[in-house]
């Protein structure tokens, strides 16, 4: 199963979704699904889309407290969307770890944003990763001297 591809089907789901709210999400969907030969995860599409459409008022105050000079109704539409897949994986999904989602997160941002969204995206996943519980200070040095260990 294509997990990028998966997100990027949660992505475009939800995105259609924010403009059209009165449409049946799961058409829309299933119509993302299809547009695609390559092997979608049905059930982690499922999950993910309810579990953000779930926590969406959470995400959008994390990202607000996360960006404050960007209030919620100028952040693209896209980037929003990314986001707050981003958030729900960081904070609720037991299966992505937070560095992955994070990852996939600035990935979707090169592809469908703007020129700025993958570091906008970074900046705030991180602020927000790093004030949640799920953070773990010890392992993210680990990380990063091994990063500059790999450079050396």
Excluded at 115 to 128: A, D, H, P, R, Y
Aim: charged letters at 30%.
């Amino acid at each position: 199963m294509n997990r990028h591809l998966s997100r990027v089907i949660i992505m475009q789901t939800l995105y259609e979704w924010d403009f059209r709210p009165d449409c049946n999400i799961d058409d829309i969907k299933q119509r993302n699904i299809d547009n695609y030969e390559e092997d979608a995860d049905a059930d982690f599409i499922d999950q993910t889309i309810k579990g953000v459409i779930a926590n969406c008022k959470e995400a959008d105050e994390l990202i607000m407290k996360a960006a404050p000079e960007w209030p919620l109704e100028q952040i693209s539409t896209v980037d929003k969307t990314i986001l707050r897949i981003a958030v729900y994986e960081i904070l609720h999904s037991e299966e992505v770890p937070p560095k992955v989602a994070i990852n996939e997160a600035v990935e979707l941002g090169k592809t469908f944003g703007s020129e700025n969204s993958s570091k906008f995206i970074n900046g705030v996943l991180g602020t927000i990763y790093r004030n949640s519980a799920k953070y773990n200070a010890e392992e993210d040095k680990k990380v990063i001297e091994e990063a500059a260990n790999e450079s050396a």
